[in-house]
């Protein structure tokens, strides 16, 4: 499977062929890393999200979340994100509605930096 972005597939290299589990694909866009999330991530799945974030942050200053495609994300990924920005740069692009609700409703939307577009959080 790949992710396409500005007419470049970008291999798909943490998702095994067929699974139903959440998965993240990468990639390089302006300078920065974006991890793009889909599924369903919850406190069973959260390192994967975690890891992905601090081996990006070893050779990127700034890393973008692309959460559109996250179909669930509960208070341990609120806490992996939260956790990850005291540190570094990071920004939250595209959040799905439910995700985008728990931000809001926990007032992590102030604190983390939200962006409508991916183009928008990468620009620096």
Known sequence: ????????DRPDTTRPHGSALPYLTQYEEQGAWVV?????FD???????ASALQDAAVT??????DAAPMTFGDSSVLNALLHFHQGHR?????????????????GADMALDVRPTVQDAVGL
């Open 60 to 65: 990127h200053e700034t890393v973008v979340v």
């Open 90 to 106: 990071l920004r939250v692009a595209r959040p799905a509605p439910q995700f985008l609700r728990v931000l809001e409703m926990t």
């Open 36 to 40: 793009v999330v889909h599924g369903a």
């Open 1 to 8: 499977m790949s992710f396409s972005n500005a007419g470049e």
């Open 43 to 49: 406190a069973n799945s959260v390192a994967l999200l």
